[in-house]
């Protein structure tokens, strides 16, 4: 896999040792387009323990199941932040590891090893839990090849996935202390004076409520100490610093929102209308308050659409906790199950100006353009 100039990962073949067995076009999702789906049922849900719900994206729906799956010795896999602020796919056995899965990561997630490892632990008769996109989730079923009644997959409303290169371009601006700092989650080699140590990353901050969540970043300053050869990282230099913005503030969470840097496949997605093969797609039960005013929850509901029977059996244990609803006041609000989004005319000139420009002044910039734009379309 090589990144292309956007910061998106493309598969190369090695031509010297291919052998011409077509395999990898056999198991790529974007080679074999399945049919439509509805779901069989779909559902609202909220975890019953009110620090997990607030800790998490939505309602707390991912760390119902999960915590179910560890608890009968199984295996979850997510979407982590690595030591560099990169986000890739990792698995863990324990309940207390499952807080670096929870919350959403708006950023292509690097798969790494993980359907391998998938493989292994169901060929061991673990009992796995997968939680990925959609054309994660279609891509692992074709790398497996065969059904298992041990592996529960999990995808979710997906808006589209932004670029890890302007992930890295916004984190490396918004450090920025007039040096070129590098930035660790835990005191990697330095390679400046300072380094940031990024403590903590959330996208989904719920602060000032669900629907007005807010990104927030936590990092210390430091510096190196010991053997100069080895660069070693001192303990924290100074007290925390916090980076806080809403939606409607921080700047990448903007971008993502409008569509400005999300991989060009995402605009004609392959996998919507519930074609990944997934057990189970959850989300934000957006609209919940005009739908169904008794579940409103101001701390966050998730939706569960079903679309498996291997998916209704495993539900079935939280039966009490689920309150069945109708798919169509689900979708609503949530027309990305179904539909891309389109493709802003803005893009290609926000790739030629990343990092020429501060971010910020590119995505406001940006969102001006399109808005122009669309008004010079529609007054035509």
């Known amino acids: 896999m090589v990144e292309d100039q956007e910061g998106f990962w493309y598969p190369v073949v090695d031509k010297n040792c291919c052998v011409n067995c077509g395999l990898c ?60 602020g990169a986000v890739i796919h990792d698995n863990v056995d324990n309940i207390k590891d499952l807080s670096k899965l929870r919350m959403s990561k708006y950023v292509q997630s690097k798969i790494g090893d993980s359907f391998k490892n998938v493989e292994f632990f169901l060929k061991e008769g673990k009992t796995v839990l997968f939680v990925g996109t ?28 932004p670029s890890p290169k302007v ?3 916004y984190l490396r601006e918004t450090l920025s202390t007039g040096e070129k700092n590098s930035v660790s989650f835990f005191c990697s080699p330095r390679i400046s004076k300072r ?13 000032l409520g669900w629907k007005k969540f807010s990104f927030v970043l936590h990092y210390n300053l430091a510096e190196p100490t010991g053997d ?23 700047p990448y969470l903007r971008g993502f929102i409008h569509d400005l840097y999300l991989r060009p496949s995402c605009y004609e997605c392959r996998n919507k209308g519930f074609r990944s093969g997934s057990d ?23 939706c569960l659409m ?18 069945e ?28 100006v990343l990092g020429k420009i501060p971010f910020r002044y590119i995505v406001l910039g940006g969102l001006i353009y399109n808005k122009i734009f669309r008004f010079l379309n529609v007054n035509k």
């Open 25 to 84: 076009e056999r198991v790529c999702p974007q080679k074999n387009i399945t049919t439509n789906r509805n779901p069989l049922r779909t559902f609202a849900l909220k975890h019953l323990d009110e620090r997990v719900q607030l800790s998490s994206s939505s309602g707390g729906a991912f760390s119902v199941l999960a915590e179910n799956i560890i608890s009968e010795g199984g295996i979850v896999f997510g979407a982590v932040f690595d030591k560099n």
């Open 134 to 161: 959609p054309c994660q989730i279609h891509g692992l079923k074709l790398y497996l090849r065969k059904d298992y009644q041990n592996l529960l997959c999990v995808d979710f409303i997906c808006h589209g996935v």
């Open 325 to 352: 609803v109708d798919y169509l006041k689900v979708l609503e609000y949530n027309p990305s199950i179904e539909k891309p989004v389109k493709c802003p005319p803005f893009r290609r000139l926000f790739f030629r």
């Open 167 to 169: 992930w890295r371009q």
């Open 228 to 250: 100069s050869e080895k660069n070693i990282v001192s303990s924290p230099l100074d007290t925390e610093h916090t980076v806080s913005e809403t939606l409607y503030e921080n």
């Open 306 to 323: 079903v679309n498996t029977k291997h998916g209704l059996q495993f539900l079935s244990k939280f039966e009490k906790q689920l309150q």
């Open 280 to 302: 189970i797609t959850m989300g934000d039960f957006w609209g919940v308050e005009e739908s169904y005013p008794e579940l409103y929850d101001a701390n966050g509901v998730s």
């Open 195 to 207: 380094n940031v140590l990024v403590k903590d990353i959330q996208f989904r901050n719920k602060s």
